[in-house]
Structure formats: structure tokens, C-alpha cells
């Protein structure tokens, strides 16, 4: 690992902040038919409105593998090996997210270093929309 991948595994450090492209009705089209959840509610305005929702909803598991997206640089040093997340608000068409994560712990188990992430995604209006931890398994040191 390089002295500047280093640096960011360290407990306190915040990982640059990803803020992502607005939310369209066509990335719900998309990811209702790669993952095969073809639940209305999450492309067809009038079985939103029969939910009592205000308009169709992007799918709770795309905003989760969204905080994936924050950890793609850092992919030459490890992976992520768990994401565990609370949904605490519905992300609609035309909102922008922002993904950001801190390092929290820095564990050492066996042979293995795994830092510890908490992650926040936010709307546009600063709402949490989910909240969680990544744990990411850094490669052992070349």
C-alpha cells in the first residue's frame, strides 16, 4: 500500500464525500429489472400514490449498493466484506445523494486489518436517508 492509502485508514478520517448525479425514473427502470424487484411502487406513479406515497421511491437496496460507489478508489488496498445499514428515509425521483463514510476502528484479527466505516447517505436537504457501518479489509502490506 502507498503512504497516502495508508493515511486514510486511520481512525478520524473522513473519506472524501461522493455526491452522486440526480435520481431518474430510468436508474429505477434499470435496477428493477437487474435485481428482479418489480414492486410498482418503485416505477409506476399510480401504485405510489395507492401506497400513500408521494411518488415513486428508489429501491432501499440500490441506495445501499450506492455506498459502495464511495469505496472504489480504494479497491487496489482491500474490499468491502460487510455493509450493515438502517433505512431512515425515501429517496425519490430527483434526488441527489451524498455518500460519505469516517473511519471509526481499525481492527487487527488474525493476519487480517479491517477498518471500520461508518456511512451516512444524505438528500439534498441534508436528510439522512440511510445510516450504517462498512467494514473494509485492507490487503496485507507488499
Request: glycine letters at 8%.
Amino acid at each position: 500500500m502507498s503512504a497516502d492509502v495508508q493515511a486514510v485508514w486511520q481512525v478520524g478520517i473522513e473519506l472524501p464525500p461522493l455526491t452522486l448525479p440526480p435520481v431518474t425514473r430510468l436508474d429505477l427502470i434499470k435496477y428493477a429489472g437487474a435485481s428482479g424487484d418489480f414492486n410498482p411502487i418503485h416505477t409506476i406513479d399510480a401504485a405510489a400514490a395507492d401506497a400513500e406515497l408521494p411518488g415513486v421511491i428508489q429501491h432501499g437496496m440500490l441506495t445501499m449498493a450506492k455506498v459502495g460507489l464511495l469505496f472504489s478508489p480504494y479497491l487496489e488496498s482491500g474490499f468491502i466484506s460487510l455493509i450493515e445499514v438502517r433505512f431512515a428515509g425515501m429517496v425519490a425521483v430527483g434526488d441527489q445523494l451524498t455518500v460519505s463514510g469516517q473511519v471509526t476502528e481499525i481492527a487487527k484479527r488474525d493476519d487480517e486489518t479491517i477498518a471500520h466505516i461508518d456511512v451516512t447517505v444524505r438528500n439534498q436537504r441534508d436528510q439522512v436517508m440511510l445510516a450504517g457501518q462498512v467494514e473494509f479489509r485492507l490487503f496485507a502490506a507488499a
